[in-house]
């Protein structure tokens, strides 16, 4: 029984712990919290290695802990996690990150003035690349709601961009 | 280009460049580390949960059927422990009415003075309860009123071991894994024999370490909070650094003194502090004893985080946290009681 429940553990870590990473990695510039919460993640899939569903719907899973785990984390700093301390070390050693891509400053700004909700669903969408219905099980809404959200984020983020000028507009032209 | 695609182009990194970073020996040891832990999710190395506070000495071999069933008596009552006194008097005979952190402080000193410290291979029992967090499948968020989770732990005072039972098994654990509250360099037993104990030195030492940490606190809360992060990790912390803890909290301008009853339905001291606004941060004393005896952590006003990671809406009377240690006792093996 033990046997098994490693062997599950590690194949959903060997499956999942790159993308799950970069999930935690794009959204938060701290080396230290990302490993916390990489680690805080998948201890929870650890521990709770019954709940997590089958095949890619344990990616949605492991997506919709970890962005629990981001939010808690800012308000429980001083519980931080002794796990991987080499990955801990790793990262902070490593940098990561690049610049946007040439031409898109604007939208880069655009995007950082958001509102908190409107970013996280665009970024499941262009980070994840989700569509509506996993974006659904990730954020806990029906499928249906999740649409109305992305449509409506994606409606905010056309507007900001609007007001970066044409040069933004004509990329958003080939959106039509 | 639709929008999915330029929201791409601005991902700070890939999924391939994340999977780079976390290959190899990292990778192995995250997975083989919580592979070690409790997967029922116990107290275990994970979080920094192990709920330190009060301690009785039992004695070294719990024989004689009286002394068991005193001891069973104890546990069934949220009743908090008490400090063995070193004379014959008890409590102390100069406490001052504790009217302020620092009178709190104060008394926590001439309390150590008379409280004998567990030996290094002693272990410390606790046993803790707790309210439970709701919100599958991520972890704590707000607790649910009312919910109840005991947990039971032994550590060695010298922190070398820890354990816990699970599945009527008492399972052993080394803490070479658990690493240091935030604020810490380290809590080994020699370092933290090696902190001074008067406040004042006591306080440079903690604010020449919370320098390091990350974000834009205020050193007072950056202080107040490690001072938590220490007291709630360290069963065994020595009663006069613990006194000097308090002595530190003492000289925060933000910290509190005020009465409580806790979750066991203890009446308490506490020493709290309001953080951003919203959450107050508060940890519990035995008003006898001076040790240790929980935590909570309330919202006392509406408030929305801000970050990329999601919005996170706190709505006031939410309980963050919410403990308390109801029994405990330094026994010398781990499963004594």
Sequence with gaps: MTGDRQRRFEQVYADNRGPVLGYVLRRTRSPDDAADVLAETFLTAWRR????????????????????????????????????????????????????????????????????????????????????????????????????????????????????GTATLDLLGENA | MNDDVLISRIAPLSDADAAAMISGQAARELAEQIMQTDPAGRPG??????????????????????????????LARPVPAVRPPRGNSWPPAHLEAVTSPAALAANATLAADRTIDPRPTQWIYLMVISTISHAPPGGAMAQIPGTRQTTGTWTRADRRQTAFLTNGRIVMMSTDILGSPIGWPQITYSYLNSLPTDPDRLMNVIKDNVQAIPGDDPTGQRVFNAVVALIENNPALPARLSAALYGVLAELNSVHLGHATDLAGQQVLSLSEVQQGYLKQEIFINPATYAYTGQETLAIRDHTSTGLDGTLHIHQGELLADNAIVASAIVDHPGER
């Design chain 1, 49 to 164: 290695l019954d709940d997590i569903p089958a095949d890619a719907q344990a990616r949605l899973w492991l997506y919709a802990v970890a962005r629990r785990v981001l939010a808690n984390h800012h308000r429980s700093e001083r519980r931080r996690t002794a796990l991987g301390a080499k990955l801990r070390s790793k990262l902070a050693s490593a940098g990561y990150g690049h610049e946007p891509h040439p031409g898109l400053d604007d939208v880069a700004a655009a995007f950082r003035n958001l509102a908190d909700g409107d970013r996280e669903i665009l970024a499941l969408a262009g980070w994840e690349g989700l569509d509506a219905g996993q974006i659904a099980v990730v954020l806990g809404c029906s499928r249906n709601a999740a649409r109305i959200r992305l449509h409506r984020a994606r409606r905010r983020l056309a507007q900001a961009l609007y007001h970066h």
């Design chain 2, 45 to 74: 190395p994970a979080r920094h949960r192990r709920h330190p506070l009060r301690m009785v000495p039992v004695a070294a071999a719990i024989t004689a059927a009286a002394t068991v069933v005193a001891v069973m008596v104890a």
